[in-house]
């Protein structure tokens, strides 16, 4: 098992070895911190995977702070980011027993539109 400072060499030189060894040794911390801030298996996975190809494909760690800092930080950033843009496209659907389909049987009724959920204005 080679030390952190070997693995951040390897990661930046582009070496298989050293990203199956970084992922080896935080996927699973990191997969739990996706899952936290997302709450869905699935998504936590994509964003743990998002996560690795923004790393290896631009390793900018400076040596500062720990490794597994700067690998949490990213992976929170990320699931910040998607939930974002979760809530920036929620849709709302309206149903038939709020609105009626057609209009026609709004004679000189009035209907009362529910207040969206307080989730909706956190956009």
């Given amino acids: 098992m080679e030390n952190e400072s070997q693995l951040v060499e390897g990661c930046r030189a ?13 996927a699973e911390h990191l997969l739990a911190v996706c899952y936290r801030y997302t709450g869905d298996p699935d998504t936590a996975h994509d964003l743990l995977h998002d996560g690795f190809i923004k790393i290896f494909t ?8 720990s490794l597994g800092g700067w690998l949490y930080k ?11 843009k ?17 209009t ?7 209907y009362r539109i529910p207040s969206p959920n307080p989730c909706c204005w956190n956009l």
């Fill in 74 to 84: 990213i992976m929170v950033n990320l699931a910040l980011d998607h939930l974002r």
């Fill in 104 to 110: 026609e049987e709004l004679p000189g009724k009035r």
């Fill in 14 to 26: 582009g070496k298989e070895w050293a990203r199956r060894e970084l992922y080896t040794r935080y």
């Fill in 86 to 102: 979760k809530s920036q496209w929620q849709e709302i659907s309206l149903t038939e027993e709020i609105l009626p389909e057609k």
């Fill in 58 to 65: 631009g390793f900018t760690y400076s040596g500062e702070g």
